[in-house]
């Protein structure tokens, strides 16, 4: 009896370290990359529409990536991104999904 404890004690604690690597693994970053196209207001509003970032939060990251290129905009699982992206790329933005 108590080597069929210590066996499920062990299977449950190998169980939880590879649910800590595969929750490490499904941290994506959604770069929003600057254009010449798009202007700062349509930016802010899909910003503050789609990754829910107050007005502050939209006009730094437009400000970013208008200076430096390019800008974080969210972050997290590679599915919770991909629709926001491709809502974004369907409205004319210019993003990436990256690791």
Known sequence: MNGNHAMTKEKTHQD????????????????????DFNTFEFVIETLMELCHHTYEQAFQCAFITHNYGKCDVMHGAYSELEPIANTMLNRGLTVKIVL
């Open 16 to 35: 939880s370290k590879e649910e800590d690597v595969g929750l490490l693994d499904d941290i994506y970053t959604l770069l929003l990359i600057n254009d």
